[in-house]
């Protein structure tokens, strides 16, 4: 049975200090669900008024916030958790009609994974400590942590609530305060979000503004008041992020995308067993979000002593998935997030045919009866060579590239013969060669005998062009911190110098 | 034959014009990667340091188009068409000038022909 769609407000506002403010501008563009073309509320326009009055709320709310205790900071994470997991059907079913995704990803993975993370710092940072060092008899040495001040985070659109979560819950767990804008094109959620949490959250610790990018995004990325920014998108946005932080002498952090390999090794068919069964999974995991991921396993390579077989039963999966309904839970894939971005899905799909791939199955937009004016795409396999744009630019859809290779030292020429490192994956029963292997490929996660698992406590980032810094695991906090050294002497005498 | 890098509909080069009488000279970065990627990113001249090693592709309406040099390795045989759609397609959530006015740019392409790409070889070396 699908889930009905709700009514929403018609107008959102902006999160201001605890409050919900209208944009200065008083202007709104409509948010529409590209699950059925419709429109879902209206959400401010905002301009770089907007953008100081949360970045001063930021200031004001900071000025106790950062000297809350890590008790309280924690106990202010739980209570986060706790409420967002009270309303984790809500949140799921308009995360569901803001990006389109499929409502058995919502329910299962995105708003479970809020809720972890949110827990998740609320534990590490009660079991974290600073360190002590006896330099010599007499001197010691203490490294304590203070956070930054009011922080920028500019997050995209394919997975909102959590790339939300990702960057809130370190930024605050390390005692900073925070300005958000979400992607203009799903906002909605986040907005949900912010009214189930507003009352455990003391005012203006968390701060959202809505709009374009344009000009309020540079004016939040050059605001003097802003102590550091935390950017996911594309290279060009990421490469600008950076050029802005130098104005203010501080630090970026950007998440910028990949073009991850899969790579399957031929032991993978030496038995039909689950574990087979878990590889064919694993890679039809490119059609996972609607292939809307930074890590989508979108080129997979292919050992070719296996590629036939292995792709006859691949292929068998693929036709199994459903598309129709994205509020049913039996539905595998959803909608893409946009119409622009399923016409650039299909102009990449263009560019495949011309250069020559060979299409293995879909190849075009999915007719979707039930909502004709949503945007579909069907799950799509091209077999290439790497050099192909196809296996070299991200599509963010559900295009996969194969290609295949003959032994370990083609598989990793190819695998690191792209500008990205973001996410890999290994499949193999050779326990040997998934050591070696993992350990020479360019990237910030390798996957080994699994893919898309997003676990809070295991570091998420990209070599290469994928970008700089990385997000989750308690490592994060040191990207939302200073780090004052306290250098004590505990020796009553001069040094002897003057 | 048409063997520019890139060229610009008469659409897109209207938005362009209309750009320029409010920001100024522009300039135009291919991106590439996650998201709002491969489309041409336009900034008022100045606002982006282009990367010194990237690669200019073209002029549109005046206004210069750069690639990353290593994006540029796999663009050598296509021919970027930019185009623009309004805002109700959706929203770029970069910082490229056209979105504050409701468009945003887009990168389309054409591979070239085997005979097109010779010519190409012969004017690139």
Known sequence: ?498 | MDLRRVIVTEEASKIIEMLKKEHGDLVFNQSGGCCDGTAPMCYEKGDFYVPSRNVKLGELCDCEFFIDKDQFEYFRHSQIIVDVKKEDAAFGNSFSVEIDHGYQFISKSRIFTDEEYLELKKSDS
């Open chain 1, 1 to 498: 049975m699908a889930y009905t769609k709700p009514k929403f407000k018609e107008q959102y506002e902006n999160f201001i200090g605890g409050e919900w403010i209208p944009p200065a501008s008083a202007e709104y563009f409509d948010n529409i669900s590209p699950v059925d073309g419709e429109v879902l509320t209206r959400i401010p326009r905002s301009n770089e008024a907007d953008v100081d009055a949360a970045v001063a709320a930021g200031v004001l709310a900071f000025e106790s916030f950062k000297n809350t205790s890590i008790v309280e900071r924690s106990t202010l994470l739980n209570k986060i958790a706790d409420a967002i997991e009270a309303n984790l059907e809500q949140l799921a079913i308009a995360e569901t009609l803001d990006n389109g995704k499929a409502i058995r990803e919502t329910l299962a993975a995105d708003v479970p994974l809020v809720v972890d993370h949110f827990r998740y710092f609320a534990s590490v940072i009660r079991a974290e400590t600073g360190t002590v060092a006896d330099l010599d008899g007499d001197t010691v040495s203490q490294e304590v942590y203070e956070p930054l001040g009011v922080v920028a985070q500019i997050i995209p659109w394919n997975f909102p609530l959590l790339m939300a979560a990702w960057k809130i819950a370190p930024a605050i767990a390390a005692g900073n305060c925070v300005v958000l804008k979400p992607a203009s094109a799903t906002p909605m959620a986040i907005l949900i979000m912010m009214e189930e949490i507003q009352a455990v959250l003391p005012k203006g610790v968390i701060n959202i503004i809505n709009g374009a990018g344009g000009k309020i995004g540079k004016h939040l990325a050059t605001h003097p008041d802003i102590k550091k920014v935390g950017f996911t998108g594309e290279t060009t946005t990421g490469q600008l992020i950076m050029q802005y932080a130098t104005e203010n002498i501080i630090p970026s952090t950007l998440e910028l995308g990949g073009k991850s390999p899969n790579i399957f090794m031929e032991s993978i068919m030496d038995k039909d067993d689950e574990f087979f069964d878990k590889a064919i999974e694993g890679l039809v995991l490119f059609a996972f979000n609607s292939g809307e991921v930074c890590t989508c396993p979108s080129r997979a390579l292919i050992q070719e002593s296996i590629y036939e077989p292995f792709m006859a039963r691949v292929l068998e999966r693929v036709k199994a998935i459903s598309q129709e309904n994205p509020l049913d839970p039996a539905t595998k894939m959803g909608a893409q997030a946009s119409k622009n971005q399923k016409e650039k899905i299909l102009e990449y799909i263009k560019i495949g045919k011309e250069e020559g791939a060979e299409c293995l199955i879909g190849g075009a937009e999915y007719k979707n009866e039930t909502f004709p004016n949503g945007n579909y795409i069907q799950p799509t396999i091209f077999k290439g060579h790497n050099k192909m744009r196809i296996f070299q630019e991200e599509i963010f859809g559900p295009v996969l590239a194969v290609t295949t290779f003959k032994d370990e030292a083609e598989a990793l020429e190819i695998a690191n013969d792209t500008i990205y490192g973001l996410g890999s994956g290994v499949w193999s029963r050779d326990a040997h060669q998934l050591h070696n292997f993992s350990r020479k490929i360019q990237a910030g996660r390798v996957w080994v005998n699994c893919y898309h698992l997003y676990p809070s406590h295991a570091s998420f980032g990209g070599y290469k062009k994928s970008g700089i810094g990385r997000e989750t695991h308690m490592m994060m906090l040191n990207s939302y911190r200073h780090t004052k050294n306290i250098l004590t002497s505990y020796n009553k005498n001069a040094l002897g110098f003057f």
